[in-house]
């Protein structure tokens, strides 16, 4: 009996020695695809009910006794299971301390079980909470805060198929990166480092008014067909990365993501509260999942975290799926974790993947990783509103940082070895010549501009040539200094010739930056060239594809104009811009025109005629977001503010010649306005008024629309200079339903179509002497002008589908009223190019 108890205790000892045993595993879980961290991921022992959550940075500790697992799983929404054996030594036992890499593929979203019970759904009593709170912990509404920040940016090439695999420009890669490696995910397909930049800055918030100011310490910057300069340092801080669940809307590549925590959560959203659980620190928190109602909505997919204490959301992790209506997405991912600085959550780290697909069979993928730390925050010490006078955006002077050390004390997280060997195969591949020359050409459609050697510039391109009935064939060449000629003065010049015309064409302008910050400029210019009737740059706005198309074919109203100006510009303060100037310019028409200074007296006819005016011009734009790029700043639009723009303009009589005396005054005004998931709205007013007696061409010709395109700026069925007025007023609508009406249809809704509506109204009237003068020279081939009354608005009205083959935009346009004649066009379908995601 004795030897029997001696050996079972043989037999049994090692597993009475596990039993007593602490076993510590520790480990980090990463995106098979992506190489990031997959944070608040579970891991688990199988078989046992232990386990924990990975941290942000996707580490976990696992602590266990008398217990023998074989194996962990580790599980996150949006990835398929792994699970990974460990480690036991000779006689079985798990080791103690083992560290562990895990890697999980992304897969299709699963949502936990859950089991649905009578009555309301209990996230939404806790999601009530949320919303009805959001005041008090939102981070937002703080009177002003400040915080350190370090930023990481990366861009990777993925998708490289077979077929890539064979151009010429891939096995020249290859070749370059050989004696560094490759990078891979996991499927072994191949990633080619694109671009990767670090910085470190400052960040300062003000709420009342809503005022934010970034100053950039320190960047980094390593890219193919991107450079160091300003422009790029400027836009890797945290301005362009941030992201509040706590607002409606998010603002994701332009786009409006309906917020999970939102106004328009339940009809968005569907929740499932999975679990409730403590930290170690004492919290409560709730982990509530969410979907889509409809996935082809722009709503996210995921789960958060929720304080039970304050009713705060406390960690999110949200995915847009390629089932959204957007172009060229695979999915977005954005991952954050927030932090209780008092009674707010404050995010205190940010993570942004963008999977971009390929946009043809013969093009790769992108793969865009956003990261952003947040520390050393301060809140409701709000900076004084003089502190932001000097604009959103400052670059440090010393900001270019190639210290390897000084970034490696300053990484919240060390470079991985795939991060380190990216730096090494971007220089590789920046040095292969076919690579260069790519870079050169994309450098060149970017700016429209070819140097010609170091701070001279050719260009722009797309005005070189021209076809028209007038000049036939139409050369031109102009030319611009860059920032190596100068970084205070900025010449442009261009000549242009008419092959059938014969006729040459100029023009010079000079420009002095005094300063560029606060932003000021003084600009003196001299051109000579041809202008049409109606169609000045400030009418047609930013369809290039129009300002284009009236410049080829038959001219309208041709004529020859000097043009001598100067104007100085200013920077007043934060969102004022202050602008002054002078111009005098000739008219010389090419076609049959007459002006009668008296209309009743025909022998006062003249065919030309001069103007002087100082032009003044104030703007207004709270929020604007705006950069300087070298010599050229750069303007984003607002944020949340509308723009207001307030114009005047004098004529001044004998001055230079001028012929008529007389004043203009122009007010302007346009915003955007979000409905979250019914879509958004733009919106532009504009009135004014023209005192004084004055040709057609220096009243208003409102622009109208003869050509199959659809022209935002444009009355899309009214005739060129169809109408004229002296006073004004007009308002023009646009809303973007998106995908809110066809995702609805189960086939149309994998077409991803969009909806749109839009309405274009304008009253106005012209003086009897303004009215009989522009209709006492009979014109051979032009209409009468009109005039509009006030009490009966031009009207027009439109709908169309948008993303027709993910470019496409039709509308069709009714006109409502001033119907009389046989030629008016009461209705019509117009066209246009829109490239979107």
């Keep these: 009996m004795k030897r029997l108890y001696i050996l079972v205790l043989v037999l049994y000892l090692p597993f009475f020695h596990v039993l007593g045993q602490n076993i510590t595993i520790t480990g980090k879980v990463f995106d098979s695809v992506t190489e990031d961290p997959v944070p608040f991921a579970t891991v688990s ?160 918030y003000l709420n009342k008014p809503r005022l934010s100011k970034e100053i950039i310490r320190k960047t980094n910057v390593k890219g193919i067909a991107v450079t160091d300069g300003s422009l790029t340092s400027q836009l890797i801080g945290s301005t362009f990365q941030q992201y509040n669940f706590y607002d409606n809307q998010l603002n994701v590549l332009q786009k409006n993501f309906t917020s999970p925590i939102g106004n328009d959560w339940k009809s968005a959203y569907e929740y499932y509260l999975v679990d409730s659980f403590e930290v170690d620190h004492g919290d409560y928190f709730y982990e509530i999942q969410f979907e889509p109602k409809r996935k082809q909505d722009l709503v996210f997919t995921g789960w958060m975290w929720i304080s039970k204490d304050k009713s705060a959301l406390a960690m999110i992790d949200a995915t847009i799926t390629k089932d959204a209506n957007l172009n060229f997405i695979e999915r977005i991912k954005i991952q954050q974790e927030l932090e209780a600085v008092d009674d707010v959550y404050f995010p205190i780290k940010n993570r942004v993947l963008v999977d971009v697909s390929e946009i043809t069979n013969k093009s790769p993928g992108l793969l865009l990783k956003f990261t952003n730390y947040n520390d050393s925050i301060k809140i409701d010490a709000p900076r004084d509103l003089s502190f932001f006078k000097s604009g959103p955006i400052q670059l440090s002077d010393d900001y270019l940082e190639t210290d390897m050390e000084y970034w490696q004390s300053v990484r919240a997280e060390p470079f991985s070895q795939d991060e380190k060997k990216a730096y090494m195969m971007i220089d590789s591949i920046k040095a292969v010549p076919v690579v260069k020359r790519i870079s050169s050409l994309i450098d060149i459609a970017t700016s429209g501009h070819i140097r010609l050697t170091k701070g001279l510039d ?73 202008e049409q009737v109606g169609f000045s740059p400030e009418e047609i706005g930013s369809s290039t594809l129009y300002g284009a198309a009236v410049w080829f074919g038959t001219l309208f109203r041709p004529y020859y104009q000097n043009k001598a100006n100067f104007t100085f510009q200013r920077d007043i303060s934060k969102g004022v811009t202050a602008k002054i100037g002078f111009e005098n310019k000739t008219f010389e028409p090419l076609y049959n025109f007459s002006f009668y200074p008296n209309t009743s007296d025909l022998s006062s006819a003249q065919n030309s005629f001069s103007t002087s005016n100082i032009n003044a011009e104030l703007t207004f734009a709270r929020d604007q977001l705006s950069v300087v790029s070298d010599n050229d700043k750069l303007d984003f639009g607002t944020v949340k503010s509308p723009t207001v723009t307030l114009a005047y303009k004098l004529g001044l009589k004998d001055v230079l010649g001028s012929d008529f005396s007389y004043h203009s005054l122009a007010l302007r005004y346009k915003h955007k306005l979000n409905f979250g998931y019914f879509g958004k709205t733009y919106y532009r007013l504009e009135a004014g008024k023209i005192f004084g007696d004055l040709p057609y061409p220096l009243l208003k010709n409102h622009l109208g629309n003869e050509t199959i395109i659809s022209v935002s700026n444009s009355f899309n069925l009214m005739d060129n200079s169809e109408f004229l007025s002296d006073q004004y007023a007009y308002a023009r609508f646009y809303h973007d339903f998106e995908g809110l009406f066809l995702n609805r249809f189960p086939l149309i809704k994998k077409l991803k179509l969009r909806t749109f509506a839009s309405g274009k109204f304008l009253v106005g009237s012209l003086t009897d002497t303004n009215f009989i003068g522009a209709n006492q020279n009979s014109e051979e081939g032009f209409l009468p002008f009109k005039r509009l009354e006030l009490s009966v608005p031009y009207t027009e009205l439109s709908y169309g589908i948008s993303n027709i083959f993910r470019f496409l935009k039709v509308e069709a346009v009714h006109r409502l009223t001033y119907l009389e004649g046989d030629n008016t066009r009461k209705f019509g379908v117009k066209v246009a190019a829109e490239l979107s995601l």
């Design 458 to 530: 050719f260009g722009p391109i797309v005005k070189t040539f021209g076809l028209n009935d007038l000049e036939g064939l139409r050369l031109r060449l102009g030319f611009r200094t860059d920032i190596d000629f100068s970084n205070k003065w900025v010449l442009k010049g261009f000549t242009a010739y008419g092959f059938k015309d014969k006729g040459w064409k100029g023009g010079a302008d000079v420009t002095h930056i005094f300063s560029k910050s606060p932003w000021t400029t003084l600009n003196v210019g001299y051109q000579r060239d041809l």
């Design 45 to 204: 022992l199988k078989g046992f009910n232990v386990g924990t959550n990975t941290d942000f940075e996707g580490n976990f500790i696992l602590n266990f006794e008398d217990l023998l697992p074989d194996s962990i799983m580790v599980s996150s929404m949006g990835f398929d299971k792994k699970v990974s054996p460990l480690e036991k030594d000779s006689l079985g036992q798990v080791v103690n301390n083992q560290v562990l890499t895990i890697r999980i593929k992304p897969g299709s979203i699963q949502l936990a079980e859950v089991v649905v019970r009578g009555g309301e759904n209990p996230a939404w009593r806790i999601l009530r909470k949320v919303v009805d709170n959001r005041d008090a912990t939102n981070f937002k509404k703080l009177d002003g805060y400040e915080h350190q920040s370090y930023n990481k940016v990366e861009i990777d090439v993925n998708k490289v198929n077979s077929k890539l695999e064979k151009r010429k420009i891939t096995q020249k890669i290859n070749e370059a990166i050989e004696s560094v490696g490759t990078l891979t995910d996991d499927e072994g397909g191949k990633l080619l480092p694109m671009f990767i930049s670090e910085s470190v800055s400052n960040y300062y």
